[in-house]
């Protein structure tokens, strides 16, 4: 199982580097930026993620997973935001960022001072996407793309999960886990701009901010995101 998923994630990053190395310009392809909330970060994201999605799709002749990675979520950018401002909570420790997408909370735990960052996402393509961030952001981050939601969670001092709780079929196998590693002693903190599964009485609000929202299909400029841990 664990070799088509390491074959996969190595046909992704050649093709992401592909793209990042393409000359020319335009609304389908990616750009590495500054994270608005996070300027600190730069990420390969595209403009328009929906029209990079239909061209590789069509270039692959076959149906691609979302490219989530190749925006910049509100939930995201509050966890990596608290971070840099509290590198106390990641200093010196092994951190796990859960659905890291495009890997911005991996790579701010990494500026914090992390001693260990992994960086988890099912996706191929979010590993690439991962590998080729960390590397424009000079930090070593790992990246898995195993199923972590069955596990006791336990592997990491702290685990970030941001914006990983968008629809109610996830959330119902995010949360059990979320609770498991803060049982076995993790600290586990979550950014959620709330999109309707945030289960009130078991996360505990730790602060808020209030983020751009540069991800697709957005009705708010600025969306309040919280972080949060469990009760």
Do not use: C, K
């Amino acid at each position: 199982m664990l070799a088509p998923v390491r074959d996969a994630a190595v046909a992704a990053l050649s093709e992401l580097e592909r793209e990042i190395g393409a000359p020319g310009g335009g609304m389908d392809r990616l750009r590495l930026v500054p994270t608005p909330f996070v300027p600190e970060v730069r990420l390969h994201v595209a403009e328009d993620p929906i029209l990079w999605w239909a061209r590789m799709e069509a270039s692959a002749g076959r149906r691609l997973p979302p490219p989530y990675w190749a925006s910049v979520w509100a939930g995201g950018q509050a966890l990596a935001r608290h971070l840099l401002d509290h590198p106390d909570l990641a200093a010196g420790r092994r951190v796990l960022d859960l659905a890291a997408g495009s890997g911005l909370v991996a790579i701010a735990a990494a500026l914090a001072g992390a001693e260990q960052v992994t960086a988890n996402d099912i996706d191929p393509y979010a590993i690439a996407a991962v590998t080729v961030n960390a590397r424009a952001n000079r930090v070593r981050v790992a990246a898995t793309g195993d199923d972590l939601l069955d596990t006791a969670g336990d592997d990491a001092d702290l685990l970030l999960a941001g914006d990983v709780l968008y629809d109610r079929a996830l959330a119902d196998r995010v949360l059990p886990f979320l609770a498991r590693a803060a049982a076995n002693g993790t600290e586990v903190l979550v950014g959620d701009p709330d999109r309707g599964h945030l289960p009130a009485d078991r996360l505990a609000l730790v602060t808020s901010y209030p983020v751009p929202t540069t991800e697709p299909a957005v009705d708010s400029p600025v969306r309040r995101v919280q972080v949060l841990r469990p009760t």
